[in-house]
């Protein structure tokens, strides 16, 4: 017996072929097997049970395929449970466990950020010796070379490209990198209050929310830290995401990772490194004031916060509101009834 999938990794929505093989390698044909199985996103872990029905002929194999489209992210683990083979009149049959079972990893939507959350503060610390440099556009330096292009009007002569321009006989431009400007700490909280299918909503909109903004200011120059904290090792995860793979290695752990909880629990205090400059994001969908506070310290150049929820249920509170305002917080609303277009707004200055 053997489980697989087409394709392993995939998007909200995208369907995905799981095949179920049976060989049988007796002289004797199976007209009637029967091959149980469960799937769930280990998310919510509500495990669904089906089954289904196959012939395979004797010294032989057959096969039949399983269509699934998840509407949420996460990691969708099939398992076969148990086989059972009939005799030819579908009457009596011999079972045995299966232990076999793959995953597939659902990956989230990532929504595109019209503004720079934290421009205003990342373009004081620009690092000229940076070794990491902004894949998506060209900047203004000449230590690093973006690519190169034809010659435009208006262009300056120390971009010209010699070598390339002899050999085409036509001028050719180098176009220069950009340094990614800044090291943020993008730091995630939140409070789970919901079990099973709504539990998977909840947290299928905060890791889409997530990763959006961190691609999003990725994509802007900030490389950052991504850090939440597991409930089952009891201990923060820290992800360094400065490119496209550490971005993806990030989205994969996410997905398996224990950084919810509905209870009321105490966890160590988070030590945020004092390192002049430092820009800290923080991703809840409750703020506050106590948790503010111990986020904010000296020698941490600025704090933004983030708020997922139902702005409808849950706007945040004036009184919230006045308090980030004199503590001189940014604050950023994302509507979980409306993900894609608050997020596309997030640090665009009306």
């Not at 789970?192 to 959006?212: H, N, P, R, V």
Request: aromatic share 10%; proline share 3%; net charge negative.
């Amino acid at each position: 017996m053997k489980v697989s999938a087409v394709p392993a990794l995939t998007k909200k929505g995208e369907d995905i072929e799981i095949k179920f093989e049976a060989y049988n390698r007796s002289d004797i044909p199976i007209t009637h097997l029967e091959i149980c199985y469960t799937y769930c996103n280990e998310i919510s872990n509500r495990r669904k049970k089906d089954k289904i029905i196959l012939s395979v002929d004797k010294n032989s194999s057959s096969y039949a395929v399983l269509n699934l489209k998840s509407e949420h992210c996460g990691n969708i683990k099939i398992s076969v449970y148990r086989i059972k083979c009939y005799d030819i009149l579908s009457i009596g049959y011999v079972s045995r466990k299966c232990p076999d079972w793959l995953m597939v990893s659902v990956m989230p939507n990532l929504h595109p950020i019209a503004g720079d959350i934290i421009r205003k503060t990342a373009d004081m610390e620009m690092d000229d010796e940076s070794v990491h440099y902004l894949e998506y556009k060209p900047g203004n330096d000449p230590s690093e070379i973006f690519g190169v292009r034809d010659y435009k009007e208006g262009d300056r002569p120390n971009q010209i490209h010699w070598k390339l321009s002899r050999k085409n006989q036509k001028l050719i431009m180098k176009e220069y990198s950009q340094p990614l400007r800044d090291k943020a700490l993008f730091f995630m909280d939140f409070k789970g209050e919901e079990e099973g299918e709504k539990k998977l909503l909840q947290l299928d909109s905060y890791i889409e929310a997530a990763m959006s903004v961190s691609e999003g200011i990725l994509k802007k120059g900030h490389q950052h830290r991504l850090v939440w904290y597991d409930w089952v090792e009891k201990q923060y995860v820290e992800k360094d995401i400065i490119d496209n793979n550490s971005s993806n290695e990030a989205q994969t752990a996410l997905l398996s990772a224990s950084f919810y909880t509905r209870k009321e629990e105490e966890k160590e205090v988070y030590e945020l490194e004092d390192e002049a400059g430092r820009n800290v994001i923080y991703l809840t969908n409750e703020v506050s004031e106590d948790k503010i506070l111990k986020l904010q310290k000296s020698g941490m150049h600025h704090l933004y916060i983030i708020y997922i929820n139902d702005l409808q249920k849950l706007p945040l509170k004036s009184k919230t509101m006045d308090f980030l305002k004199k503590s001189m917080i940014d604050c950023y609303p994302i509507d979980i009834n409306n993900i894609k277009e608050t997020i596309f707004k997030l640090g665009v200055i009306a």
